[in-house]
């Protein structure tokens, strides 16, 4: 990332105050009350079962009951579970000392693209997101990077300034250097949503280090964006998603 770009508040959700350290998100239809964790990091919600992250193609779909069995409760597609799942599978045997949880890679893109639905945005079982989702210029705006452009316009479309690009909304610049080939078609792809979140979880171990500990998820996300205000709006998010239920 790198970057300041649009960020998306919170849309739904009924907490109604705190008990004992814990938000209390209040059933909007007469549901039970489910306490959301305030801790850092948040947690890692439901274990990933394990996978064969080296299968051939689309290796995410060996979570499809993983995901299937979260989609309603979490309010993520399917598709976007795996891909979230998948990417800390991989993690957790690459970089074991990381401990990056899928949950909070759920949390980052529910903040940057509501899972790759932004403005109508879809998600395909390839994980590619349809329409492209692209951030506004950061050309040095109102609370807003300013960031001259890095690629000619090839990957961002913008020849003049670099925007943010994707499901997890990554300048073309950090794309070049981290992005990386996750769903198996041979193409790091910044719009395929399994990319993305293998990618945004290689940036965030790289960066923050041990994320089981409260100052290395800091330190990691606020390398992903130097916003206090993002780093709250990510973890409840991500603590929400940790006790099965949506923000």
Known sequence: MDAVTTRHR?????????????????????????AIPQGIPPGPGAPVP????????????????WAADQTDALGISVTALEAYGYAAAVMA??????????????GIASVES???????????????????????????GP???EIPDTDGGAMDGDPVHDRAMGPLQFIPETWKRWGVDA???????PDNI????????????ARGGDLTSEEGW?????????SGEYLDDVRDRAAAYSVGTRP
């Open 10 to 34: 919170r849309l739904l959700g009924c907490v109604v105050g705190t008990v004992l350290g814990a938000a209390v998100l209040a059933g909007c239809a007469g549901e039970p009350k489910i």
């Open 194 to 205: 399994d990319d993305a979140a293998l990618t945004a979880a290689r940036y965030l171990c």
């Open 218 to 226: 800091r330190r990691s996300l606020m390398a992903y964006n130097l």
């Open 143 to 145: 609370g807003v990077a």
């Open 50 to 65: 394990p996978i064969d992250i080296d299968a051939p193609g689309r290796t995410a779909d060996q979570l499809r009951d």
């Open 114 to 140: 509501r899972h790759g639905t932004y403005r109508g945005s879809s998600v395909a079982p390839t994980g590619d997101v349809s329409p492209q989702i692209r951030g506004i210029p950061l050309d040095g």
């Open 93 to 106: 045997q690459s970089r074991p000392e990381c401990g990056i949880g899928w949950t909070t890679l759920a």
């Open 183 to 189: 769903n198996g078609d041979g193409v790091a792809n």
